[in-house]
C-alpha cells in the first residue's frame, strides 16, 4: 500500500486552514519526491514567481524528483533545468 503525505506551500499568504500540512518550499524541496507547481506567474517586487525554481533551487531537487510544472513555462528557468539534465544531476 501506497503512503502519501501531501505538502502545501502559499508563497505568498499565511494560511490558516490545514496549517499542519502548509510548509516552506525549502521544506517541500527537502522532502519531496513529486513536486507539483500551480502558480501564477508574477514579476513584481513585491510577489515573484519568475523563475521560482531557479539554479539554486533546481539544484536542491533530489535526483529522482518528479517536477511538474502546470503553470507558465517561466516559473522555472529552463536554462539551468536542462543544464542539471545533461549533467545527470536531476533525472529525466
Not at 21 to 33: A, G, Q, R, Y
Not at 42 to 47: E, G, I, P, V
Amino acid at each position: 500500500m501506497l503512503k502519501i503525505k501531501t505538502l502545501l506551500c502559499d508563497l505568498f499568504k499565511k494560511c490558516k486552514k490545514n496549517k499542519d500540512k502548509f510548509v516552506s518550499l525549502k521544506t517541500i524541496i527537502d522532502k519531496s519526491n513529486i513536486i507539483s507547481l500551480y502558480v501564477t506567474l508574477l514579476n513584481n517586487s513585491k510577489n515573484k514567481t519568475l523563475h521560482l525554481f531557479n539554479k539554486n533551487r533546481i539544484n536542491l531537487l533530489k535526483k529522482n524528483t518528479i517536477l511538474i510544472n502546470t503553470s507558465k513555462g517561466e516559473i522555472i528557468n529552463n536554462k539551468y533545468l536542462l543544464k542539471f539534465l545533461k549533467e545527470k544531476k536531476i533525472s529525466t
